[in-house]
């Protein structure tokens, strides 16, 4: 029987797009569920990817995260990462070719160096925290990996609310862990501020508004942005 959300292919159902969604540090996939609820209310089929944030290197974790696309039974595939989960997809993208990627965002995503992973780098036990992934992005060289032929957007947050205050403060604007200034992507083909902070991106309506827009047509709806 043919699925109204797929097409049949050699008697196997396969979905015509698929959001994956990926975590930040910290935090594994059911920090997801609810994006993922509420994106498929807008037509899509979500699939949650969890991944040791802090054990692994982002390299490694890449590798698993492109494991985990190629077993997906879809012909098109986006990337919604919130945080470190953005940049993983990117370090994904850069590493491991899959020709079924089609949008890619990221929510509060450190794509330049982080002001408050740098500072708690200096310290033993902040090195601990950062995990194996940061650090590695911490590492990497300057411009970030080269992504191409992906149409990427990406979400800051202007809500001063989160650890940064225990760090002594950010640079302003922020969402409290990131930096807005850390969010811009030369490579983006879209970038959206909005008066969220960093852990309520995952629970904001306006924030699964902009991410259907994006997906749906390659850009966001700034027009209705918050102010």
Not at 85 to 102: D, T, Y
Not at 108 to 136: C, D, E, F, T, V
Not at 205 to 217: G, N, T
Request: charged letters at 15%; a positive charge; one cysteine or more.
């Amino acid at each position: 029987m043919k699925s109204t959300s797929g097409i049949e292919l050699s008697g196997e159902t396969l979905v015509k797009e698929t959001v994956v969604l990926i975590h930040g540090l910290w935090a594994s996939g059911w920090i997801m569920t609810l994006l993922g609820r509420n994106l498929r209310r807008c037509g899509f089929d979500t699939v949650i990817f969890s991944y040791p944030s802090m054990r692994d290197s982002l390299s490694q974790n890449a590798l698993s995260l492109s494991r985990f696309v190629s077993g997906i039974a879809a012909t098109r595939i986006h990337l919604v990462g919130h945080s470190l989960g953005g940049l993983l997809a990117l370090q994904m993208l850069s590493e491991h070719s899959e020709p079924r990627i089609g949008r890619v965002i990221l929510m509060g995503s450190p794509y330049h160096a982080s002001y408050a992973a740098i500072k708690l780098a200096r310290i033993a036990p902040g090195r601990w925290l950062i995990g194996s992934s940061m650090r590695q992005w911490l590492m990497r060289r300057e411009g970030g990996p080269s992504i191409q032929h992906h149409e990427i957007g990406s979400i800051a947050g202007r809500m001063s609310v989160g650890i940064g205050k225990l760090l002594g403060g950010l640079p302003a604007p922020n969402d409290g862990v990131v930096t807005v200034e850390e969010t811009r992507l030369p490579i983006a083909s879209d970038w959206i501020v909005i008066n969220i902070n960093h852990a309520g991106m995952l629970f904001s309506r306006k924030v699964v508004c902009q991410v259907c827009a994006f997906l749906r047509q390659g850009y966001f709806l700034h027009s209705t942005e918050s102010k």
